[in-house]
């Protein structure tokens, strides 16, 4: 693979550009990282699935910041946003929206739910019933969401950013595929470390959480989802993510492998991180370092490889160790 300059490939993002989405790539993560200390990386794939424009599932044990990251990468941008507490007794409509009768006008007027917003923020996502999860599936894949025969569009740029514990705590269901497979990555925050949990104690008792606000503009977020969809990909890049997924397929312990969703995905993913990395080109690394958080979640296991302990991680490790990147 040949590394080559913006200027070879027409429509191609120019330097000047590349500048003025890391710039306002730079703003966003230091204004979620005022709040979400020691975990620049769990922040920057955040950043790298709105500039994707691709939903992002937040899962881990009660406690480490799932739902903070999830607001305060909400709040960052100046957009309308809405949270949805996931509960058993939840129904569908409470999501999407519901038609009451209005007496004076003798007609029944739609009342938009909260999943019409830029950015959907679903707390705890799996402790809802599988019914009333089935009511993100139309929209985070089309934009759009259909009630008794009437489809409405929701806002673009739309995002949805879910958090779930571990399907193995109580009171949890488990995500059906099909709405896994519509979560462009799936990562976890994980434990701080001993000298970043004391500076959280520090802070929180001297001033509590620092409150923070919007720092780019939705018309900037519109823009950088943009250029980030015209970064350049070298066709050796396209097939290494193509054998990155086929590999998955044909894994031993692997039931269901990744589908050409999943591809699509990963490239997307890819460009994005370029942008991020002030690059409008992607490159192996960028495709390698994500293709655990967007190809894990979407695999299903063999019987045997559940009954041996074995995690869909490894099994993507396992496949990019195997797969030879494109070299230059």
């Known amino acids: 693979m040949t590394s080559t300059s913006s200027d070879q490939h027409p429509g191609a993002v120019d330097a000047q550009a590349v500048q003025w989405f890391r710039d306002r790539a730079e703003a966003l993560q230091a204004n979620v990282e005022a709040v979400i200390t020691g975990k620049p990386e769990v922040v920057r794939l955040a950043l790298v699935a709105l500039f994707a424009e691709g939903h992002l599932l937040v899962e881990d044990v009660p406690g480490v910041g799932k739902t903070t990251l999830a607001r305060c990468l909400a709040t960052?941008?100046?957009?309308?946003?809405?949270?949805?507490?996931?509960?058993?007794?939840?129904?569908?409509?409470?999501?999407?929206?519901?038609?009451?009768?209005?007496?004076g006008s003798a007609v029944f007027e739609f009342r938009p739910g909260p999943v019409f917003a830029n950015v959907v923020v679903a707390d705890e996502i799996n402790r809802a019933s599988p019914k009333a999860q089935s009511a993100l599936l139309e929209v985070m894949e089309e934009r759009q969401v259909t009630t008794e025969g009437t489809t409405r569009p929701v806002p673009r740029p739309f995002l949805v950013l879910a958090t779930q514990n571990p399907i193995d705590l109580d009171g949890t269901y488990r995500l059906p595929e099909a709405q896994l497979d519509r979560f462009l990555m799936r990562i976890g925050v994980g434990y701080p470390s001993a000298e970043e949990e004391a500076g959280l104690l520090d802070q929180r008792s001297a001033t509590g959480l620092p409150e923070i606000g919007a720092v780019v503009a939705l018309d900037d977020v519109r823009r950088m989802i943009e250029l980030a969809a015209r970064a350049h990909v070298d066709p050796a890049i396209s097939r290494y993510v193509v054998d990155l997924a086929r590999g998955?397929?044909?894994?031993?312990?692997?039931?269901?492998?990744?589908?050409?969703r999943a591809s699509l995905a990963l490239l997307r993913a890819a460009q994005a991180h370029a942008l991020v990395d002030g690059r409008s080109y992607v490159v192996p690394h960028d495709v390698k370092v994500l293709a655990e958080p967007v190809l894990a979640h979407r695999l299903i296991l063999a019987p045997e490889a559940e009954v041996e302990g074995r995690r869909p991680a490894e099994v993507v490790a396992a496949v990019a160790a195997s797969v030879r990147a494109p070299t230059r």
């Open 248 to 260: 998955t397929r044909v894994a031993p312990d692997v039931r269901l492998g990744a589908s050409p």
């Open 76 to 103: 960052s941008i100046d957009a309308g946003w809405h949270r949805i507490q996931f509960t058993p007794d939840l129904l569908p409509s409470d999501i999407t929206g519901v038609s009451i009768w209005n007496q």
